[in-house]
């Protein structure tokens, strides 16, 4: 909900009039920013003893959990932004690191870039314990399974992240998530694949680094220009997206004061699913099975008898087309003119095709997302599909520590408790089997 776009009513009209038909009972609930207070709702009782009433929402589909000033999405008509900045402008203009300043501070850095840089590159190592740990995990281990593991031990080995009451401490352990998740991604991608690991090198810059210490001497074509763009993009594109599964997580765990560490440990386990951020990975996996053009026609038909998603398909929010998928599909062209195109590019487009001129998914309002094409570019580039939600992780964990930050002083945080619709048994007793002795 944003407030400029907030229609301006007249003072009288800034109440909702609920009538509660149950006992003819009248209620005026304040509305602003477009939203009543759910807390309100609690008046409208039935009976006196009432709980009074709650809005059901399971998935939050129609729920302002806070007030956020970070990101802005209009998902009807596709719209993306950064801070107030369109992502098709971001996109290809930014750095990373310029994204993750604006989103936590609200304006692009201009001269405090090179200082901003310096103070990311100087918490850019990490403690001896994470190598220890990354090495000891089986090499079949999922990589989100292990960052996640390993960014919530960085808790333990920063113990004063715990003082959340300073500014000064909390911005210090922000830069070390952002400057030290992608290290810890490129050690676990490393030990999955039974690689050497590769030393932190922060005067690469940090997408430089990141990607040198993921894939050097490991023959790919990580070095050139458009990769490295392509990288720098699909990191851009995957920074923020506001109040989604995993940023919700997080401000839950944060919710009860956790350290900054477990709070975006947390937020990975609910990128991982596949209807999340583990979708990039599940789009590789459907385009592997379905394998040939040919093949698609019957897939959509499972599809639509409800055997199996579409993966990469669907939004919540986007309802027309997510703008980070156009992006992408367009920053496929380079990469492929580098690496030769993947062969299931074309599985992916005639699925697409296939699946935007059928009623099933124009009436559902069904379009392609982010995932539908990056996973194409993560497999082009050389990446295993189990490291592609690794990939987002990195990207999206500029946004978690913006959210973190805007949390932390937001003056309506208040512990993540929502009610329930109680179904199960009445109150009732033991049974006599189960007498006092
Ligand atoms: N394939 C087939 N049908 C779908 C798909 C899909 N990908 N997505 C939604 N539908 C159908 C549902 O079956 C449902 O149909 P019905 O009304 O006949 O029951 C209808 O569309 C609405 O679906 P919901 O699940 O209610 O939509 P919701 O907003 O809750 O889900 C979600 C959004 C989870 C993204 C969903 O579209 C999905 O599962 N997509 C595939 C996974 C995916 O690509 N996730 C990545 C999202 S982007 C991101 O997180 C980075």
């Known amino acids: 909900m944003r407030t400029d776009a907030q229609v301006t009513v007249g003072k009288a009209l800034d109440v909702l009039r609920l009538i509660d038909d149950r006992n003819g009972s009248t209620h005026l609930l304040r509305i602003h920013d477009d939203a009543i207070d759910a807390a309100d709702l609690r008046k409208v009782r039935a009976t006196p003893d009432s709980q009074g009433l709650a809005s059901f929402d399971p998935g939050f589909v129609n729920t302002a959990a806070c007030r956020s000033a970070i990101t802005f999405i209009d998902g009807d008509r596709g719209v993306l932004e950064y801070r107030g900045y369109p992502i098709e402008q971001i996109a290809g203009r930014c750095s990373f690191l310029e994204v993750a300043f604006l989103l936590i501070n609200g304006e692009l850095p201009g001269p405090e870039l090179h200082e901003w840089e310096a103070s990311i590159a100087s918490v850019a190592t990490l403690p001896e314990v994470v190598y220890e740990v990354i090495q000891r995990m089986p090499h079949t281990a999922h990589p989100m399974n292990v960052l996640a593991a390993v960014v919530a031990l ?134 592997h099975e ?52 993947n062969p299931l590019l074309e599985v992916a487009i005639q699925l697409e095709r296939s699946a935007l001129a059928d009623e099933y998914f124009i009436s559902r309002k069904l379009y392609p997302n982010v995932d539908f094409y990056s996973g194409l570019v993560y497999e082009a580039i050389g990446l295993p599909a189990d490291m592609f939600t690794v990939m987002f992780a990195v990207a999206r964990t500029a946004g978690w520590i913006a959210h973190w930050l805007e949390f932390e002083v937001d003056p309506d945080k208040k512990i993540a408790r929502p009610r329930q619709l109680f179904t199960g048994s009445p109150r009732r007793d033991l049974p006599a089997t189960h007498a006092p002795a």
């Open 290 to 341: 379905i394998g040939s053009v040919d093949r698609v026609p019957d897939f959509i038909a499972h599809v639509k008898a409800g055997d199996q998603r579409l993966m990469g398909f669907g939004h919540r929010v986007y309802k027309n087309f997510d703008p980070r998928g156009v992006i992408v599909k367009e920053s496929t062209d380079k990469v492929f003119a580098v690496t030769g195109i």
């Open 154 to 287: 960085l808790g333990g080995v920063y113990p004063e992240a715990r003082d959340r009451a300073q500014a000064e401490t909390r911005k210090l352990n922000g830069n070390r998530l952002i400057a030290q998740v992608p290290l810890i991604a490129a050690l676990v991608y490393r030990n999955h694949q039974g690689l050497p690991f590769v030393e932190s090198d922060p005067s690469l810059g940090y997408t430089g680094n990141f990607i040198n210490m993921m894939f050097a001497g490991h023959g790919l074509t990580h070095d050139h220009p458009d990769i490295h763009s392509a990288i720098e993009t699909l990191l851009v594109l995957h920074a923020d997206h506001e109040q989604n599964c995993s940023t919700n997580v997080l401000r839950g765990i944060a919710s009860a004061d956790a350290d900054p560490y477990i709070s975006v440990s947390g937020a990975m386990g609910g990128l991982s699913g596949p209807l999340h951020g583990g979708a990039n990975e599940a789009v590789l996996k459907m385009l």
